[in-house]
């Protein structure tokens, strides 16, 4: 079964620090990973997308790494804002007809002033 | 293009009654998508369509839940009888052939 886990399940940090995500994953076959944010009553929106073949992929100040071997992700947050506040999922994509994606149960961050 | 266009934005109906959610895709996009998200269960995916056809409903809980894609540019998600526990915000999602997908704002439904 196509599983996305992520962790932690909530993070609270004060406004400057900078903080990791992670995600692991197990889907067949994969196809890429992304990670979205989510604000509170907004859909999520995309942050990065990656496949296979890339290890790193930055996007201002989130940066996502892949281990396509550990079947692992991580999203770095450099120097939070208040804005960064928000849901993080991790989205996983297979291989396979119809784009099936396998969502994580995501990440709530709190930045405090 | 204006995103995905859900509506409505929220609804509140009564134990019984039918409802309708609306979406309409990024033009262009051959993948449609309907989720469902609670604080309990996170993000589920109800069904998805790929060129207005549906793929995979597994995940549509029961058969009072039906989903319709007519053409490339509409989508209607029907609940009917609607029930408490199906108070929840649904998403609409579309993306191209091997794309990232796009969400609407969602659908926040109540049922009292």
């Known amino acids: 079964k196509n599983q996305v886990e992520q962790s932690p399940q909530s993070l609270i940090i004060l406004e400057g620090k900078n903080c990791t995500l992670q995600?692991?994953?197990?889907?067949?076959?994969?196809?890429?990973l992304r990670w979205y944010k989510q604000d509170t009553g907004r859909g999520p929106v995309s942050l990065t997308i990656?496949?296979?073949?890339?290890n790193t992929k930055s996007n201002g100040r989130y940066t996502a790494t892949l281990d396509a071997d550990t079947k692992q992700s991580s999203l770095h947050i450099t120097a939070s804002q208040l804005s960064d506040s928000a849901s993080y999922i991790c989205?996983?994509?297979?291989?396979?007809?119809?784009?099936?994606?396998?969502f994580g149960g995501g990440t709530r961050l709190m930045v405090k002033p | 293009d204006a995103g995905v266009i859900q509506s409505p934005r929220h609804e509140v109906t009564e134990m019984g009654q039918e409802v309708t959610l609306r979406c309409k895709p990024i033009?262009?996009?051959?993948?449609l998508f309907w989720y469902r998200q609670t604080m309990m269960r996170g993000l589920e995916l109800l069904i998805y369509?790929?060129?207005?056809?549906?793929?995979?409903d597994s995940g549509m809980p029961e058969d009072r839940f039906s989903a319709k894609m007519p053409n490339a540019s509409f989508s209607t998600l029907k609940i009917q009888p609607s029930e408490p526990r199906d108070s929840a915000v649904y998403f609409c999602?579309?993306?191209?052939?091997?794309?990232?997908?796009?969400f609407g704002q969602g659908t926040r439904l109540t049922v009292v």
């Open positions: 999602a579309s993306s191209p052939e091997g794309g990232s997908a796009f």
């Open positions: 995600c692991n994953y197990t889907v067949s076959p994969f196809s890429n």
């Open positions: 990656m496949t296979f073949s890339e």
């Open positions: 989205v996983v994509s297979a291989g396979n007809a119809g784009n099936m994606l396998t």
């Open positions: 033009s262009g996009h051959n993948s």
């Open positions: 369509f790929n060129n207005n056809v549906p793929i995979d």
